[in-house]
């Protein structure tokens, strides 16, 4: 499996570009991109997507801790999937799916400016590391009544130039041609060699709660027989 770094920098240069292009310009490029980054080649009976830039896209991060509560939001997150399968089945999933995706960290808000920069400037330190990001394979897909999908994932977590091995599972619901993207998990400060801040305006707990919601398309690329 490759890591984190291993794809980071090319990505990084698309994630960021791709949140500023018109959403046709996006799509065009992408066709290019999955192929290159993936590093493979899409082969007949395998479907590819990507994040629909064009509809809502969410990421939030919420700490608990016993005097304080608060949430950071952002749109900003891509990201590509290639499936061994023509679609979403239990059949899908092993060593030639893939995903990865990245979230912007840059662009996280809480709703306070003071505390948007320093969580951003002293905390995750965004100036070096820009993006927590995801890569891996889909590992088990199970089929639920109305459409929906259970699939967990294994890969690697990558945050503050940190890498840890993380199983993500994510719920599935079939939309049109895609799937809306509903994942939940947590991730712990220490894990990623974040100081955690004990500042009056910026109280975090160690154990952050991750919610991402966003819808995913199919991608058309030629196919190899």
Request: glycine share 8%; proline share 2%.
């Amino acid at each position: 499996m490759r890591r984190i770094t291993d794809v980071l920098e090319g990505l990084n240069a698309w994630i960021s570009l791709s949140c500023q292009l018109p959403t046709r310009i996006v799509h065009a490029i992408s066709l290019v991109l999955v192929g290159i980054f993936f590093g493979t080649t899409v082969l007949s009976g395998q479907q590819a997507y990507q994040v629909a830039l064009e509809s809502d896209r969410l990421v939030r991060f919420t700490s608990r801790t016993v005097i304080d509560e608060f949430e950071g939001t952002t749109g900003r997150v891509d990201g590509l999937v290639l499936l061994n399968t023509e679609e979403l089945t239990d059949r899908a999933g092993g060593a030639e799916s893939e995903i990865y995706f990245e979230v912007d960290l840059a662009s996280l808000d809480t709703g306070i400016g003071m505390r948007d920069r320093q969580m951003r400037d002293s905390y995750l330190e965004v100036d070096r590391y820009p993006y927590a990001a995801f890569g891996g394979t889909i590992e088990q897909v199970v089929s639920l009544p109305g459409g929906m999908f259970q699939v967990t994932t294994q890969g690697i977590l990558g945050i503050h130039g940190v890498e840890q091995e993380r199983a993500l599972t994510c719920n599935l619901a079939t939309v049109n041609e895609g799937y809306r993207v509903n994942c939940s998990f947590s991730v712990f400060l220490s894990d990623h060699d974040i100081e955690i801040p004990k500042l009056m305006f910026l109280k975090l707990n160690n154990e952050i709660r991750m919610e991402l919601n966003f819808i995913l398309e199919p991608v058309e690329l030629d196919s190899e027989n």
